[in-house]
């Protein structure tokens, strides 16, 4: 083969080895490997710290959020430059005998803006002290009273029940989760649970939460709520437990749930939080109750500036900006998710901000904006939640929150991004392992924006009940946004579902109902439906007139076979039978177009061959399905299968 280094001089071959050695192309890529491993190792590290913080019920640092969205993007960056650099190593020119030395020298000068940037990123992930708020950062003067009084009530041996109470968004759970770091770093108690009933909903979720943070493992065996309370009395009868029931809405039975009460029973205390007096002192029979009030109206304008930075201090801001603050109804809530929206804004982004918030009112809702009862949110609170969602940084951003406010009780990353991806919510993704870095990013913007809290562990989220009271009252892709609990009787459906060009439909953990022969709702996108009990039957046509249905999620139902109607949604993308208990599902085989199926904890003995015909399926849940067997030959048929789920999956 011809080599034109054969017809170099030695010297200037020698000089030619040289530069190459300066520019040497594989060391420079293989540089910039380590510096985003480096940087993966960092953000995993940052992650369990966050992970502890939650689990102590401790507020994570704003900048923590922030850190992960620009690590994650990085981090998709660094993959796509990684391979061109890779690329641009093995460019040869003249005959393929010399290397490229211009895009070498190129190549030199990026992995070298990279590798600076990484850097700062490795310093900006080192968080003095951790990742969490420290107490004096989120502490009031007007709450140090009732902070005080709290802890020294869980000091008497005499008491047992402690109630906290207050409006929607006055920080009730902020306190609390206080009183329970401080209770723990004094060790007051040996081991700690918090549990929000309202999310939980009802006696067995609430067991299951309070065991998983009291390690207490249920057997399969044991799934009769009698027999499971009885599990949970002996272990907080025989450990120094603070037990935190947070959101009580009414009268809750700590008996059936296994909570030991009783001016006797002195290792076990329990703290509740409820917006109603009267539910914790009639209804619950606690005696020793503690009332928060807003905040001071100088508190009130300290977190708004903090929260909002230094600029509303401008002499042609101060005082519209007060005036917000004091419109803000003195609630931590609204006061914090208005002045996220000014943090780092020009000083005209802050003005018409601020001017907005002036004429924003729930009383000027556009043309087929939800009709959800706005009942006892202040017309100030809600634009400033409002407004907060308006200035969301794009159209995905907020589409993205509106369905996180349809997750219901347990809100998991798996679950947004199965409905994110099945409602086609974002441009440019091909694969779902994609998809899942995009929602994490996105989870963690909307917790920058307050929009969004921490969820006990870091693959859940939640949110509070007044920013989702707002979000239901937005149109979903022009249409109305239908949350429902508790009952829903059939004059329900005629006059709040057909009657309200539904895009989206959740009804969640409601007691038995009866449902229409046909759900007529041409529109709709999304339907969410869990039961407490799995006795609902849903008729064989219930889905004909739901052409337009991209995701399905049927929870804790019992189904001999599923409806025959449902071969009619030819549109449908993400479908979840999670918690049911299912004989024939053969009909799946006939939703060609479904690439997500999720069948977790489902009570299923054998996947059908039909499945076998879902040739675009990219996710399948198995998870602790208990399932005997599943077809040969099934799996390796579903080509396109990107994510397999199968912990605890089969019985042995």
């Known amino acids: 083969m011809y080599n034109i280094l054969d017809h170099i001089p030695a010297a200037a071959q020698c000089i030619f080895y040289t530069f190459d050695r300066i520019l040497d192309p594989d060391k420079k890529v293989e540089k910039l490997k380590n510096e985003v491993d480096k940087l993966k190792n960092a953000r995993n590290q940052v992650q369990k710290s966050v992970d502890v913080a939650i689990k102590n019920e401790q507020e994570i640092l704003e900048g923590v959020h922030r850190w992960f969205i620009e690590v994650d993007k990085k981090l998709t960056e660094e993959e796509v430059k990684i391979t061109k650099a890779e690329e641009t190593a093995r460019k040869r020119c003249f005959l393929e005998s010399f290397p490229n030395f211009m895009s070498r020298y190129h190549l030199r000068k990026e992995v070298d803006k990279e590798a600076k940037a990484i850097a700062q990123l490795l310093k900006d992930g080192e968080f003095d002290g951790g990742a969490h708020i ?79 943070q009291i390690d207490l493992v249920f057997t399969d065996n044991i799934n009769i709520t009698r027999l499971r309370a009885d599990r949970i009395r002996q272990k907080l009868k025989s450990t120094k437990t603070l037990v935190i029931l947070d959101d009580i809405r009414s009268r809750l039975n700590l008996k059936a749930i296994g909570i030991p009460f009783g001016h006797k029973l002195v290792a076990c205390k329990i703290l509740l939080t409820s917006r109603d007096l009267n539910v914790l002192s009639s209804e619950m029979g606690v005696e020793n109750n503690f009332g928060i009030s807003v905040l001071a109206e100088e508190e009130a304008w300290d977190l708004f500036k903090k929260m909002a930075g230094d600029g509303v201090e401008h002499p042609r801001l101060r005082s519209t900006a007060k005036e917000v603050s004091r419109g803000c109804a003195c609630l931590p809530l609204a006061i914090v998710t208005v002045a996220k929206v000014l943090k780092n804004k020009s000083f005209i982004q802050r003005k018409a901000a601020l001017n907005q918030l002036k004429w924003h009112n729930p ?15 202040p017309a100030d ?66 917790k920058c924006s307050y929009l969004l809290r921490d969820g006990f562990a870091h693959w859940q989220f939640s949110i509070h009940d007044i920013v989702r009271d707002v979000a239901m009252s937005i149109p979903f892709r022009g249409g109305n946004i ?59 046509g219930f889905f004909a007139r739901t052409s337009e249905l991209k995701v399905l999620d049927l929870t804790n139902m019992n189904f001999s076979s599923l409806p025959s109607s449902i071969t009619q949604l030819a549109n449908l993308c993400t479908l979840h039978l999670d918690k049911c208990l299912l004989k024939d599902i053969a009909i799946i085989g006939e939703l060609k177009d479904l690439e997500i199926l999720s069948l977790q904890r489902a009570t299923i003995e054998e996947l059908p061959e039909e499945i076998k015909q879902l040739t675009k399926l990219r996710s399948l849940n198995l998870s602790k399905t208990k399932i005997k067997a599943i077809p040969a030959n099934l799996l390796s048929s579903l080509s396109r299968l990107e994510q397999l789920y199968l912990c605890e999956s089969f019985v042995e």
Request: proline share 2%; aromatic share 6%.
């Open 363 to 377: 009383s000027n809702l556009t043309e087929g904006t939800s009709s959800r009862n706005l009942t006892g949110i």
């Open 134 to 212: 420290p107490a004096s950062d989120i502490s009031f003067k007007s709450r140090e009273h009732a902070l005080t009084e709290i802890i020294n009530a869980l000091k008497d041996a005499n008491v047992n029940m402690i109630g906290v109470y207050g409006l929607a968004g006055v920080g009730k759970t902020t306190l609390v989760k206080e009183v329970a770091r401080q209770a723990k770093e004094s060790k007051l108690f040996d081991a700690l649970a918090m549990v929000d009933v309202t999310k939980a909903s009802d006696t067995e979720n609430i067991q299951e939460e309070l065991a998983d």
């Open 381 to 446: 609170v809600y634009s400033a939640i409002k407004l907060s969602y308006d200035y969301l940084e794009s159209e995905e951003h907020r589409l993205t929150f509106l369905l996180c406010s349809l997750l219901g009780r347990k809100a998991t990353m798996f679950n947004l991004l199965t409905y994110a991806m099945g409602l086609g919510l974002f441009q440019g993704i091909i694969t779902l392992e994609e998809a899942g870095v995009k929602v994490e990013a996105l989870i963690n913007q909307l």
């Open 482 to 540: 239908l949350s429902m609990t508790n009952e829903v009787t059939l004059k329900d459906w005629e006059d709040k579902i057909f009657a309200k060009n539904c895009t989206a439909i959740s009804l969640l953990d409601n007691e038995p109902m009866e449902l229409p022969d046909e759900l007529n709702c041409e529109r709709l996108q999304f339907l969410h439906i869990s039961c407490k009990v799995s006795s609902l039957n849903v008729p064989g």
